[in-house]
């Protein structure tokens, strides 16, 4: 008897969760337009959509979070004691901040240039 009610009790739980998945799925495929026929486009890698030049502050952010990431992975290895591999991920760290710093400030450039018609010498 007691296996006949967990069976039911089970059920009765599984029955509303599996029709509300099912409806999810079906008017997500519904409202995007998605059938099995297009759902990747030729050529097309990755996730689809990617915005293709993303803007200064961006470069500058993901320059102090890179700076930031070998920061704390230098403070974890050397509270383990691997003195070589925390200066390792400090220096990747820091290549990282560098890099985006540099890719930011070109981007800065790149828009004062446009900006700019004619410069005289004096």
């Known amino acids: 008897m007691q296996k006949f009610l967990t069976i039911v009790c089970v059920l009765a739980l599984l029955v509303p969760v599996t029709a509300y ?30 915005q293709p030049n993303r803007g200064i502050g961006y470069a500058y952010r993901r320059a102090g979070r890179s700076a930031g990431r070998g920061t704390v992975r ?8 691997r003195p070589v591999r925390a200066t390792k991920e400090l220096g990747k760290g820091a290549g990282g901040f560098g ?12 828009k004062i240039g446009r900006g700019v018609r004619r410069v005289s010498p004096f």
């Open 99 to 110: 890099k985006y710093t540099g890719v930011g400030t070109a981007r800065v450039g790149k």
């Open 21 to 50: 998945t099912v409806y999810a799925v079906s008017t997500t495929y519904a409202r995007h337009g998605i059938n099995s026929q297009d759902r990747r486009v030729k050529g097309q890698k990755g996730r689809g959509y990617r």
């Open 74 to 81: 230098f403070g974890k290895n050397a509270v383990r004691a």
